[in-house]
């Protein structure tokens, strides 16, 4: 796969390095400035035309040459792809369907949009041959499927007009709702990387049973964000986003706090402006979460004692603050350093902060999770599991057990293991110590009471019979009635 990218990173430089529109456009301005030369001066053409001409012909050699290159590491990418992609994957297809009688055809052709497509269709439909093996994946009751797939990716990942325009030519119905759910969803992602807090609280606010009933920290880590930016204001101002956070400091939440705040103007300040914000930032809205954060709500109101910015750097909760630092310190500019040029100018996205994109991540999880659908996005799972390897390694077993005539005869397993991504193992596999089997849906793991796990075939051959019987790893006594099945 190393030589695969490296013929890709080749093909895609010399693609960059094409530059038509530069050399076209250096022509241009040498016919501009030719024209002027010679309506100021009729005499001046000849020379100057012979000079165009050596110019243009230098042009040309350089784009050909250049597309030359271009065309040569593409030829290589090619050939190297079928080299390495060489599997015959017909086995693991489904079977065909049925042959559909000549009155009623298997799908009717969608009309197309310009008349290009008109013969493009055409000669698609006349080179599938019988002999072609993919030519029950044409049919619509795949192909359906398969439109539907992609048109909900790409809605998921926010490319709406690519999604339409997918819709329209393929023939695929507009999934209107799924639409409308994740548009919901990505204008509340932005507001959270735009620093706009606002709507993911009454996002919060809206589905509080839901959160509650899975123990979410989405509410906790935007909570903490709010209170880290207030506890930072005094060396990084707020943005006007966050102006809704801050409460002024009353007596009663003077009288209240932990951390006591002065009460006269002539008074030496305990804490700075920006603490005291935080703190009564989190007398309003810290309570609901103190019972399950707790130790970490004390560690953050004692952060307080630390500031300014300055002094928290160097004091032992930097490490509690690490991500909320990083994403707050992207706005301090450097002693002597230019200051940047704002967003909008520069025309490039704002770096990625990384407090905001852990709420990005759970808040995503969460609003998926209200859906019903996956976290991931399935096209993207199904291609990484099966571009990265697997289908070509079982392809390849298929065609060795079948040469020697031996059939897998597990149901719902394979006959090889599969090396997959830590984010892509949805389920823990339990071996059982004693038979070290796998356990299965039949022989599944139980715990016994002393606390350690074995399978439900070993647990009954453990007992042989009797009521009670050791543990053999410890010296508990057991029984098959006390234990308990553990899912993984």
């Not at 013929?7 to 002027?36: G, P, T």
């Not at 090619?78 to 009155?103: E, M, W, Y």
């Not at 809206?206 to 880590?221: C, G, I, K, N």
Request: hydrophobic share 40%; aromatic share 8%.
């Amino acid at each position: 796969m190393d030589s695969l990218k490296r013929d890709y990173e080749k093909a895609a430089s010399a693609s960059d390095s094409l530059n038509e529109q530069e050399i076209l456009q250096n022509l241009i301005d040498r016919l501009q400035v030719l024209r002027q030369r010679v309506t100021s001066d009729p005499n001046a053409f000849d020379n100057s035309l012979a000079s165009l001409a050596q110019s243009v012909r230098a042009s040309n050699a350089r784009i050909a040459e250049r597309h030359k290159e271009w065309q040569s590491s593409l030829t290589r990418l090619g050939k190297n792809i079928d080299k390495r992609f060489t599997a015959d994957l017909t086995p693991l297809l489904p079977s065909a369907p049925p042959v559909t009688p000549p009155d009623a055809p298997a799908f009717a052709p969608a009309a197309p949009l310009v008349s290009d497509l008109t013969a493009f269709n055409a000669h698609a439909s006349t080179s599938r041959s019988k002999q072609d093996p993919f030519e029950h994946m044409y049919f619509a009751s795949c192909a359906d499927r398969v439109n539907t797939v992609i048109a909900q990716h790409l809605l998921r990942q926010g490319h709406y007009h690519v999604a339409n325009s997918f819709c329209v030519e393929s023939r695929t119905p507009f999934p209107v709702q799924f639409e409308e759910a994740f548009q919901k969803m990505h204008v509340i992602a932005d507001d959270i990387r735009n620093e706009n807090l606002r709507s993911v609280l009454d996002w919060c606010q809206a589905h509080e049973p839901f959160l509650l009933s899975r123990d979410s920290d989405l509410l906790f880590v935007t909570q903490r964000y709010i209170f880290a930016r207030l506890l930072f204001s005094d060396s990084v101002p707020l943005p006007d986003t966050l102006a809704f956070a801050v409460y002024p400091v009353t007596q009663d939440a003077q009288a209240h706090s932990v951390i006591r705040l002065p009460t006269r103007a002539s008074d030496k300040p305990a804490i700075s402006n920006g603490a005291s914000l935080a703190l009564a930032y989190a007398m309003r809205h810290f309570k609901p979460l103190y019972a399950r954060h707790h130790a970490k709500i004390a560690s953050m109101i004692t952060a307080a004692l630390f500031t300014p910015l300055e002094r928290l750097l160097n004091s032992p909760y930097y490490s509690t603050w690490l991500d909320e630092l990083k994403s707050v310190l992207q706005d301090v500019p450097r002693s002597g350093a230019t200051p940047a040029p704002a967003e909008a100018a520069t025309g490039k996205k704002r770096r990625a902060r990384p407090a905001l994109q852990k709420v990005v991540d759970i808040f995503t999880r969460e609003y998926c999770a209200r859906l019903k659908v996956s976290r991931d996005l399935p096209l993207v799972v199904a291609t990484d599991i099966g571009g990265g390897g697997a289908l070509a390694r079982i392809a390849k077993v298929r065609s060795v057990m079948k040469e020697k005539r031996n059939e897998w005869s597990q149901v719902e397993e394979l006959p090889i293991e599969i090396a997959l991504p830590s984010q892509y193992r949805f389920h823990s596999v339990f071996a059982c110590p004693v038979s070290k089997e796998q356990a299965t849906e039949d022989n599944p793991p139980m715990m016994m009471p002393c606390g350690h796990v074995v399978a439900k075939e070993s647990l009954s051959r453990l007992s042989k019979g009797s009521a009670v019987f050791k543990c053999p790893y410890c010296p508990v006594q057991s029984s098959v009635a006390s234990a308990t099945r553990v899912h993984f």
